[in-house]
Structures are given as C-alpha cells and as structure tokens.
C-alpha cells in the first residue's frame, strides 16, 4: 500500500507538466520537480490475474520495437538515439546516431523508425528525430524524416539520408511515429510544434505540416506525397487537427487509431478509415469539448462543427492521469487482449483495451495498473506485449499469473 500511495502522490506532481514526455509550457522550467530517473520500483500490477516480468534493460527509454524482416530478431529504438538488436540471448547494437539527435528536451530525441517494405533487396530503414541542438540555449531544432542503409546489420551515420525536415516552432509536441501500409507507404505523425493552447493555430491551418499524420511514397531512394496533386507540401497532408499524435495503429479493417495528447482536461481516441482526410478538431476542440476556454474542465460534450470529427473515446484528467500512451491494435497476442486497441496512460501507469460492447460502441476495458510512467507497447520475440517505461526498462505482460 505505501508503495502505491507514494507512485499516486509522485504521479499528482507529474500531472501538469505532462505533454505525453514534456511539459507544455516549453520554456518554463518548474524546479519543484525531478523526471524519474533509472531505478523506479518493480512493476507491481495491483490484479492478481496479470503477471508483469522484466523483459529487457540497459535503455534510456524505450519507445519502438519492430521484427527485423529477414532476421530472427527485434530492433528496439532508444529515445536516446541508440538502435539495439535483440535475439533472444543477446543485445546488439545496431545504429548510435546521438551525434545527429537532440535530447535537450524531455519530447526530443529518436522519435521513430520502420523497415522498408522492400527491405529484403534494398536493406533501408527510415527514422525520424529531432535534430541536434546547443542544449544551454534551449535551441529549437527541426523533426526530420531519413532513410538509413543496413550494412553486415549495422547502420553508420555516413549512410544517412535527410527525407524531410519539418520547422519546430517550440521543443515539444513532436509525435515522431511512422508506420508502414506496405506496397512502399508509409504514415508519419507529426505534432502541433508545441506551447500551450496551439499558438500559432497549426491545427487548423491548412496549409501548415504541424498537427497532422502525413501519407507519402518511398522507394528506391525517393519520397513523395501519395496524393501528388498541386506538388507542394500540403499533397503529404492526409490527416489534421491533431495535438500530438504519440502512437497510431492500423487494423485490418484499415481503421486508423490515433492516441491523441490532450492539454489540461481530456486525452482521447480516435479511429477513422485510413485514407479519408479528416480533421480531428484540435485546436478548436479539446476531445469532444469546446476550447475556447482550456482551463474549464467541466464543459460538457458538445457536437463537433461541420467538418471535423471527434474521438471514439475520452478520459478525463482524473486521479493523476495526465497524458494518453498509445498503442498498439491487438490481432496478435495474448487471446483474452485481442480484437482492441491497447493504450495507457504515462502518469499512472494504467493500461486499457477499446473494444466493441455489444451496442456496437466502442468502450474501455481496464486491464492493469502498472504503476510505472508508460511511453509505449511493443512486440517481443515471440510474440510477448512488452510496456516501455521512461526509466528505460522493458517489462512483459500476461493475462496469466505465473
């Protein structure tokens, strides 16, 4: 009990600060509080019908894992700009790009990264990070898209090649994920560029990159919009009004789930049909509220204007929760997980599964509370659900004690 009153009262100081890994007030520093450090207690779930096991350590924090496409085992990135190999019995380093990657600010460093669709010929990653900055001038530094050629299973920074690069007005608020749709396409999600209250409106800024899930083409060393139709930038836009797109997934519907980062009171879920353009509102609206005040968390749900679409599912700033985690669409799995989108929340460690109800609506199904500050979920070896803590440990979750 005592351990988790103290998780509870360390998480209540945590929750204005968060922005999903970053405060938003980006450049106001808050010298009362300390970011939890390596070492942050075991994970203790309170039910008894989950077992929560280390699985890996040695990380700064976790926020990937893919399957290597040829190879039998998985490539973990490292917020800190490490890329590290693991096949059941050893660890391997496979990229350090620190030198290209800014960790100045708690939301920076290497945000993403996939496998090529074809990467059985051209053995080509892409990633995406913020790029390096001078750290004692609070510098703001670019989100960039590149590609990465593998060679003998490791990358050089000699191999890279910048994609794209997307201008950050403040330090936060960078998304980062990038998921591949197969047939050499690809989702990248991008923040609104940070600071309270969206200042400069690139939520509904239509021409704007900030805010939005891009859609574009890669192969062969080349990138472009999928839907090339005026050749600006704006054709890489498939979705927008979006806070910060932390973590997204697709189901095999083609149903887009999106774990958007709220402000003050509210983190939601969205799910849409992939490929229709959508605006999700923000910053408008805050989930499925108004925003024209954002310290008033007691308005009540409100239809969306003409246009814009509202989440699936909201949770409130409640009981220390501070910031969504999302995500990852259970087709794999534990069976008892699966047919849901698995996310959490970053201050109480709280897990949760969406899942149909038998009115056809989509409702939260409480799984675990992990007692530890969430970042992301992952696929193991063989199949594990893995938790990435900000303290850098992996651990392994099961419906079954044991």
Partial sequence: MRLRTLFVLTVLLMAPLSGCLGNDQDEVDNNSFEWPGQGQPECEPLEVDVSCREYLTGFTTPVTSLHHPVDDE?????????????????????????????????????????????????????????????????????????????????????????????????????????????????????????????????????????????????????????????????????????????????????????????????????????????????????????????????????????GMTDPVLVYAHEEGRCSITGGQWMDWGPSEWQDGYLYGDFCTGEIWLAQLNQEGEWEQKDLISTQNFIVGFGRGLNDELLVFTWTGTIFHLNPHQG
């Fill in 74 to 306: 998985v490539w973990f990135a490292d917020l800190d700009g490490r890329i590290v190999s693991w096949n059941g019995t050893d660890k391997r380093q496979v990229a350090n790009l620190t030198g290209l990657i800014s960790n100045c600010h708690t939301e920076a460093g290497l945000l993403g990264f996939t496998f090529t669709n074809d990467f059985k010929n051209s053995y080509e990653i892409l990633f995406t990070f913020i790029g390096s900055a001078n750290c004692e001038t609070k510098e703001v530094t670019n989100l960039f898209l590149a590609s990465a050629k593998v060679s003998n299973g490791t990358i050089s920074m000699d191999d890279v090649n910048v994609l794209r690069e997307i201008e950050q007005p403040y330090r936060n608020h960078n998304g980062g994920h990038i998921h591949s749709l197969g047939n050499h396409s690809y989702l990248w999600g991008i923040g609104d560029g940070g600071g309270s209250n969206d200042p400069m409106d690139h939520g509904q800024n239509g021409s704007s990159m900030l805010g939005t899930i891009q859609h574009f083409w890669y192969h062969g060393g080349t990138i472009s919009p999928h839907h090339n139709t005026s050749e600006t930038d704006e054709d890489y836009v498939l979705h927008k009004g979006l806070r910060n797109p932390w973590k997204f997934d697709v189901n095999q519907e083609n149903q887009l789930w999106i774990a958007d980062v709220g402000q003050n009171c509210f983190e939601e879920i969205n799910v849409v049909d992939v490929f229709v353009p959508t605006n999700f509102g923000w910053s408008d609206r805050e989930a499925n509220r108004d925003f024209s005040d954002p310290n008033d968390c007691s308005k009540s749900p409100s239809e969306p204007p003409q």
